[in-house]
């Protein structure tokens, strides 16, 4: 059976991330991805937990509705 | 599909000892280094402070271009901004980490490591033969190393210990949101750090300021974002700067993640080892990673080579590393953590009364064992903290 699905989801404003990687390892299921541009979230494993927004040095992660 | 012996990927501090250190160990060693950036040391994200004994291990400081400033004080401030100075030798030094990393991967490459910059590690597999196929995509398109060891030195972020299947995550207690500038036409004294702790200052970490030459400083904080007010670090940094450097120059502000917690469980699996902050291989205290990196580096580097040469690259030769590293750091580690749980319950009011304490013995006589036992007596809050220590 699939997981439910989240009610929010991360999202990430890549005019401001920097991407300096510090939401990775806070991610529990792993859902956030760096690659050579950009800050990806994986809209499909995040759970919405929001354990990456605060600590955002610059605040460029928010939950939007999933 | 080129057959190598060795892939580090990141050529930081941890990376490029560990291409530079297995290069070394035998001369026959295929080893290959990965930089995902287009230079080594670029960008910048570390306040670039070091201690001297050290740094000494892996390279001369005195007259190095990379060596920004000799340190010889640490002035600590209390939440109510009273200046404690509590040493005066040979503290440390503040590097200039592009030409820093830039001078460790030239030595990569000096040894016989084949440095490939502007190089990303994409994903990697484990092939029938025991190989690990690390995808990589850089300036010549797509490649595929066929590697007998991976070591991943791939920083906070590290991709390699996720593929690898080792937990690499990480409590967002244990994660301290850092910004950073570089502020030009400040007065402090250019031979001291000042590390400045606060709850409404940088709470569950601290404020620091490194001077890197006259007048111009690395200053910046870290903050637990789990005891934040609701700001973010970059906000809580602007409000302390505005209030001790109104007139202070910013430039290029600067942003990470410290892992101030203790060594991942396991740093090593079959064909595989991680080290420096990807292995969470941080002072818990300090949030300094810099010489540990190094010094994991080391330890990684050598025990791939002599693993490839011994012909065995399977997960129990490798947990070699893993032991050699808690012997020689991780279990420091895990004493300093439980250390920094226990100042987390002090608050302000005792800090500052600490400071007038301190300030109270002459400097001259103000050794560390002196502060320690006067703290002792006139806070007994601190008892747990010592007894911690010893445990």
Redesign the interface.
Known sequence: MPAARAAEVAVVDLDVC?R?????????P?AI????TALVVDRTACTGCR?CV??????ALAMIPA | MPDIDVLVVGAGPAGSIAAREAARASHGLEVVLLERDRAVGAPVRCAEGVGDAGLREFASPEGAPWAARKITRVIFLAPDDTEVQVAERDVGWILDRTRFDAMLAAEAVAAGADLQVGTEATGMTREVDGRWAVAVHGPDGRAVYRARVVIGADGVETMVGRWAGLDTRVPARDMESCAQYVVQGIDFDPDAIYLQFGDGIAPGGYAWIFPKGDGVANVGLGIVALKSDGRNARAYLDAWIARRYPRGARTGVTVGGVIVHTTIKQTYGDGILVAGDAAHMINPLSGGGIVNAMKAGRLAGRTAAAAICAGDTSADRLAAYHHDWMQLLGDDHLKYYRIKQALERLDDAFFNGLARTVNAIPREKRTLGRIFAQALVKHPQLIPVAARFFI
């Open positions: 920097d300096c990687g510090l939401c990775l390892p806070l991610c529990p792993e991805h760096l690659d050579l354990k605060a600590p955002c040095p610059v605040g």
